[in-house]
């Protein structure tokens, strides 16, 4: 039986534990906390940064991401899926955020956000499904469990095996 409990959470105007090697805090509103969510299409997270703090590069396979700022100074980010055209780059979309801000990250596309302040920040996100699923990017190629073979690695970043070997033998540390 559906309760008004499958459509509630509590505590998002708590602040999340930036105590981390990334120095920030996802704390989700999806359909896994909120129940009710299922077949609508909405979600949204609460993100907390410490001084320095990094949401680092990652992407959501099934949600465009509305982030808007709230507490802070926020350097954003989103880089284009790879061009038709092989002679060209991917293109690096940038801009600082300050409270009352908001930036649209399209939905597959590898983005970030860094606090450049010397306070910590807050900023709230909305994703259009309410599982947009996510993968962070240096987690999934150098912390996968097992291991992608550095032969792989080493020929895709054009650097030697211990360069691979190094990134794989850190902690990848997942801030959800």
Not at 91 to 102: C, E, M
Not at 136 to 144: L, P
Not at 150 to 166: G, H, S
């Amino acid at each position: 039986m559906v309760v008004a409990e499958d459509f509630f959470l509590s505590g998002l105007n708590k602040p999340g534990n930036t105590s981390n090697p990334v120095g920030s805090r996802v704390t989700p509103a999806n359909v896994n906390q909120i129940p009710g969510l299922n077949t609508l299409g909405i979600s949204a997270v609460r993100i907390d940064y410490a001084p320095n703090g990094l949401n680092p590069p990652h992407t959501h396979p099934r949600a465009t991401e509305i982030l808007v700022v709230l507490e802070g100074t926020l350097y954003v980010g989103f880089v284009t899926s790879n061009p038709a055209d092989p002679t060209l780059k991917n293109k690096l979309f940038t801009k600082y955020l300050y409270p009352g801000d908001v930036f649209v990250f399209p939905e597959g596309l590898i983005h970030f956000q860094f606090n450049v302040g010397k306070t910590n920040a807050v900023a709230f996100a909305a994703l259009s499904s309410q599982n947009p699923g996510v993968i962070t990017i240096a987690n999934a190629v150098f912390g996968s469990d097992p291991a992608i073979n550095p032969a792989v690695l080493t020929k895709a970043f054009q650097v030697e095996k211990n360069v691979i070997d190094y990134l794989q033998a850190q902690f990848w540390w997942n801030i959800d």
